[in-house]
């Protein structure tokens, strides 16, 4: 397989990161005739979009991540 179980762990803390970040986006929005000021709060336009890019850059990082082989059974010689 491509993927090792870590890589399937570490793939769905991505996940759970960049639906944080959406999380965080959502809420109220402003109707017709009431604006809404609280559109503009620095949670949504700043951290939101920066836990959601966090996430994507962890899931491209547990895409690339290679487990570390095991070398001291490989390294055994039969007697």
């Not at 762990?9 to 017709?32: K, N, P, Q, R």
């Amino acid at each position: 397989m491509a993927f090792s179980k870590k890589n399937y762990i570490l793939l769905a803390i991505g996940m759970a990161i960049v639906i944080l970040g959406l999380v965080l986006m959502s809420g109220e929005g402003s109707v017709e005739g009431v604006f809404n000021p609280e559109i503009f709060s620095a949670r949504r336009i700043k951290v939101a979009p920066l836990v959601s890019f966090l996430g994507f850059v962890f899931i491209m990082f547990a895409i690339m991540y290679k487990p570390k082989k095991n070398t001291m059974n490989t390294n055994k010689t039969e007697a």
